[in-house]
Structure formats: structure tokens, C-alpha cells
């Protein structure tokens, strides 16, 4: 049987009907890679998964959420859809704005120029609109004209995102046999740990699980609103994914955290690079550095952990995403050397 | 379930033993998307799918061929592997190499400069050096560094790779219940089309599907080595990953063709766009530039195909792993406004 996206695999779950007509690209259905090398340099005895979001369509767990929203978009009968975006939100609002035949508004601050994490919402065919102001003024302006038009408002404000992205916990679920000891996941918005929260909630209420795990939420050091109990007005960190302020989902972050007994903390930019290093060069992974963080994250926090635990960390988004990051931060430069035989295999030190 | 990769669910179909350490990063289980906007686009009165290898572990469906490739290295008692590559295979090689434990060497043509394409496998820890000759040197010295030393070579010689690859075959059978009647792939090197041949020649042997389907090949005009019946000694088009001038498989291929009454055909550079930006823009589906030709070729030979036909067509790469082939070819700019709601809404035309 073909799989057909998450909504077709977890409608039950979902607020669809049968007669919905579903807008998909296939998403969900990510890989929980077990990284034995990681927990053996980390000296855990523990054993570590890595769900891959970045196999998502447009290389994000945002298809997750965008999946909902569009397909609710579509069934009520809006002709467009809006956000505010300059990252992986635009890109997964565009992809699936393509396949449900809509219209795709994508507003930006102007003086914007990296066109790179744009050029995914470009290519599917989104108007992208750079205004005149700051980001905050490009949230307001969607939220507006998504109330006087029919355009539907596709920011994590759209309550369907939450319902897709929960079906990430679902798989987890499935995969393990039950809910992981320990679940650590990046806090950008806030918006994920809210939905894996949910979703774990859910399936623990339908006896799919035995137990709930800990959600160890991880935000960057620069823009560590939560964990500092305040908003941060100029967020900065290299984790441009997680490089928000002011979390619209602040306060179901803090409930899954307390809820679960579990921890939201933070990281440096450093740690993320290094996090990120290891993954690529110990595990053949390479993965945005938003999702670099819930792995320094686990290596801050591993004194704590129990022995024998199951530990997922969430990896957000593709690496491929950020290819200027992987050119700066890979270590070995390349080395030059003749074409002769004698020569290369010195160099290879054979 | 755990999902752990092709070896562990096809270990039946491949040459690995019950003893067999397998490396994998899970790759393989990826999305079979069905394309009815471009089957509408097309005017074609068939059902197309799209094998969507970009959301492979390394973002190509060389991931397919390397978890066989590494898996037998390491259980023949390899230290190293190695590969002239300047593409898709080194970073297949390098993820690998790592979650293996395996030293990697890529090799390159010194005066190759896009750090992009070889981010990848910097990140993953490969060692990659630039050698003072052009391609075919690199080549010859990986045969000869592999053939004295304990150091495999994972290139497209290497018998393991076709076998990773055939599982695609199986994923297709598998999701659609039989056979395709049309099966579109690049043709590059010529090793996927040969491997997907025999893997729908071994399930149809099995039982597993009624029927074979017509392998239609496309090459870019500027490497149609194979349509063209000679060598190509500077073979050049935009779609990089199939920019090969003398296939290593080029029989195999015209047997494919041949077994299957399918054909092997050419796109020009031109059409590959087209394509790319129609798969964008029509399907939210983003690929890399020489998994567009398969689309470019279908389009071409739309007129023959038989009604209600069902059709495959396999894009092999993501198109994050070529950002500015998307910045170049996005049709539309960033458009300017101020942020005045009013002249915002007047640019978006409501």
C-alpha cells in the first residue's frame, strides 16, 4: 500500500472528514536513526534516536503542520494562502500552496537579501513580498489581511499546524513500541514541543503507550525568552530557525515542561556548531543548526540522565537547508596534491 | 515497528548473511507521490508518481547503493573506503564512511571550486583531495589506491551498489501493488537504470508483479552518450549529476531498453528547466536538476504513451542539494512595497 501522508495514516486523529480532500506531498513518515556512535562518545548507556524531519518534502517538520493547514485552508473554501516568513515556514507554505492549486503570499521585511532560504518559496511559485519594516510589521500585516480577505493565515497562529505536527510524537510511538524517557527538542516558537506534547498526551490516553516522556525543551542562549523568563527584543543566534523572541507557544512550552517533569534550557552558538560537527562527522547525519541544538542540549544535561533510557532528539530540518554554514564550519579544508600514485598515498599517510 | 533501513527490510533480496553488521542511516522507504496536477498540465489520461529519492539520508538515491556498498566494506574487514566523485557519491561515500567508523577519501580534479557540492562530505569528516588532472585521473588513481591498498573503492564499479539500488524497484511494486507500465529515470552513468531493471525483473520472478514495465531512459542532449552511439569527450549540461560522457553501464542500459521495449532518449538543458520549474510550481515537488529530465522526457514523449496508463517517473536528487540553480531559475523576484496595508493589499491585486 502506497503511504499517502500523514493525514491519511492518523485521520482518526485529526479534525478531517471523510469526504476532505486531502493536500499532501507525502510528508511524515521520518526516519528515528539510532545513534549508537553518539551515545558511545558521549558515554551514555543509553540508547539515542534522531528523528530526521529534514526527509520532510520541502526538507522540514513544517510540512507536518502545513499539511493541516493547507488542506483545511482548500476545504474552506479559501482562494490564497499568507505568512510571514523568511525560512522554513515560507517554504513549506509555497510547496503545498502549489499542490492545492492556491495562491501563496509570502511577506518579508525588506533589506531581507539571503535569498538562498527563500528560493524553496520561489521556485514553487509563492509571490514574495518584501515590505517596508521589521518582521513584527510583517506579522501584523498578514494577520490583517487574512482578516478582510479570504486568505487563510498560515503562521504557527493557524491552529491546524499543531494537529499535523503532533503526528511526529504518533511515529515516535509507533517506532519505539512506546513514548521515549527523554524527548529533546529545539524551542524556537515553541509551537513543536507544544504539538509533540499533545500528540504524546494522546496516545498515552488511547493506552497506544505505557509511560509519557520528559520533554527537554532547547532554546539558544541569544534568544532564550523562556528560559530567561523574558522577551528578548534582538534575538541572535546562528540557529536562525529558533531565532525568535517573543515564543507564540510560550505557555504551552512551560505546561509541557511542567506537566512532564521535564526542563527547558539552553545552549551557545558554540555548542550548536560542535553538536552539529558531531552529528555529520559520528553519525552521518547532517542537519540544520536549530536541530543541533536538542543535541547539545543532551550533552549539557547527560549527568542527569538515567541509565538505560530511550532518548529521542528532534532534528527539525535538512542541513542542506544552511550550505554556507557547512562550507564555514567543516573542518578539514580540502588538500591539493599531484596525480601521481606515489604522491596521493603519502598524503593518505598509507 | 522501527523502520531500519533497505538491508534490514529486503535482507532476503541481497547478498548480506544473518551475521551482517548493517550500516545504515535508513535510508530507502521514500515517498511515491502521486502528480495529478501535472497529469491535468499534460493532458495525459494516466496516473503519475513521483519516486522522490531526495528525501534519502544524503538527499539522493545514492544512499541506496552506499548502505550496501559500506555495509560490505566494513564486513570484508576494510579500513577506508574511496571514490572520485564531485557530487552525490562523496556525500554518500562520507555519511557513510562515518557512521561506519570508516577513514573516507574523495577525490577530486583539482580547479573544482564549488565548495557547495562538497560541503557535504567535508561536514560528514571525508578527507578530500584535489589531485592535479582532470576526472578521468581521479578515476584511474581510486582503481589503483583500492586495488594495493586495504581501502574500498564505493564508485559505480562496485558490484554492491546496483543491489541497494533494485530495492527502489521493490518500494514501486510494493506501493502500487505491481509494475508500473512506464518507468522514467536519468540516464547518467546508466547504473539506476540498471538497477532498476533488475529489481522488477527479480519481483516479477517472484511473483510479486504481473507485469515489467517500458524503461524509458532520458539523458541530457549535451552526455546522450548512449542515443548518440559514441563517447562523449566533453560532455556538458546544466543537470550535473548526469553529465557523463562515457556510462559505465552502458550496456546494461540498452539491455534494459531493450528487455523492456522501452526507449532512451535525450531533453535538452532547456526542457530540464521547464520541467523543473513546472514540478515546483505544479506539485510542490523541488528537485535537483537531472531528476527533472525524467519529467522533460515524459513530456516529450507524451503522444505515445497508452491511456490510462500508470507512470514512474524517479527524481534521484534534492533540489536543496543545488540552491543556486533555484535562485537562478525562480521565475518571479521579490516584489517592494512599503508596509501600509493599503498598498500592500493593492501589490497583491485584492
Redesign the interface.
Known amino acids: 500500500?502506497?503511504?499517502?501522508g500523514l493525514i491519511d495514516k492518523y485521520r482518526e486523529y485529526l479534525p478531517v472528514s471523510d469526504s476532505t480532500e486531502i493536500i499532501t506531498?507525502?510528508e511524515g513518515?521520518t526516519?528515528?536513526?539510532?545513534a549508537d556512535?553518539l551515545a558511545r562518545k558521549l558515554e551514555l548507556d543509553c540508547e539515542i534516536y534522531l528523528k530526521?524531519e529534514g526527509?520532510?518534502?520541502?526538507?522540514s517538520f513544517k510540512d507536518r503542520g502545513m499539511t493541516m493547514a493547507v488542506t483545511k485552508a482548500k476545504e474552506e473554501g479559501s482562494h490564497a494562502i499568507i505568512c510571514a516568513s523568511t525560512g522554513n515556514t515560507s517554504a513549506a507554505a509555497?510547496?503545498?500552496?502549489?499542490?492545492a492549486?492556491l495562491k501563496t503570499?509570502v511577506?518579508?521585511p525588506?533589506g531581507y537579501i539571503a535569498?538562498?532560504k527563500?528560493?524553496?518559496a520561489?521556485?514553487?511559485?509563492?509571490?514574495?513580498?518584501?515590505?517596508?519594516?521589521n518582521f513584527d510589521?510583517?506579522l501584523d500585516?498578514v494577520r490583517?489581511?487574512s482578516k478582510n480577505?479570504p486568505?487563510t493565515l498560515v503562521n504557527s497562529v493557524n491552529p491546524y499546524r499543531i494537529e499535523g505536527q503532533k503526528t511526529g510524537a504518533f511515529e515516535i510511538v509507533?517506532?519505539?513500541?512506546d513514548a521515549p524517557d527523554y524527548h529533546f527538542i529545539p524551542v524556537g516558537n515553541a509551537g513543536n514541543i507544544t504539538a509533540y506534547w499533545k500528540g504524546y498526551k494522546e496516545f498515552f490516553n488511547l493506552g497506544k503507550s505505557k509511560q509519557l516522556p520528559k520533554m527537554m525543551g532547547i532554546q539558544a542562549e541569544g534568544s532564550a525568552a523562556i528560559v530567561k523568563g523574558h522577551k528578548i527584543d534582538a534575538p541572535q543566534t546562528i540557529a536562525t530557525a529558533i531565532r525568535i523572541g517573543n515564543p507564540a507557544s510560550w505557555k504551552q512550552a512551560e505546561a509541557a515542561r511542567d506537566e512532564s517533569k521535564g526542563t527547558i534550557d539552553m545552549v551557545s552558538d558554540e555548542k550548536i556548531i560542535e553538536a552539529y560537527?558531531l552529528l555529520?562527522?559520528?553519525?552521518?547525519?547532517?542537519a540544520e543548526p536549530a536541530s543541533c541544538a536538542p543535541v547539545a542540549g543532551l550533552i549539557k544535561l547527560k549527568d542527569t540522565i538515567k541509565p538505560k533510557s530511550k532518548i529521542v532528539c528532534i532534528l527539525t530540518g535538512?542541513?542542506?537547508?544552511d550550505?554556507d554554514c557547512?562550507?564555514k564550519?567543516?573542518?578539514?579544508p580540502?588538500?591539493?596534491?599531484?596525480?601521481d600514485?606515489k604522491d596521493?598515498?603519502k598524503?593518505?599517510g598509507?
Open positions: 500500500m502506497r503511504y499517502n506531498l507525502c513518515n526516519p528515528l536513526i539510532k556512535n530526521y526527509s520532510n518534502p520541502t526538507g509555497a510547496a503545498y500552496g502549489a499542490k492549486g503570499y511577506l518579508i525588506d535569498l538562498g527563500l528560493s524553496q520561489m521556485m514553487y511559485g509563492a509571490r514574495v513580498i518584501a515590505i517596508n519594516g510589521n510583517a500585516a490583517e489581511i480577505y486568505i509507533e517506532a519505539l513500541g560537527n555529520a562527522s559520528t553519525e552521518g547525519v547532517l535538512n542541513g542542506l537547508k550550505p557547512a562550507i564550519y567543516a573542518k578539514s580540502v588538500e591539493k596534491t599531484t596525480s600514485i596521493i598515498v598524503l593518505m598509507l
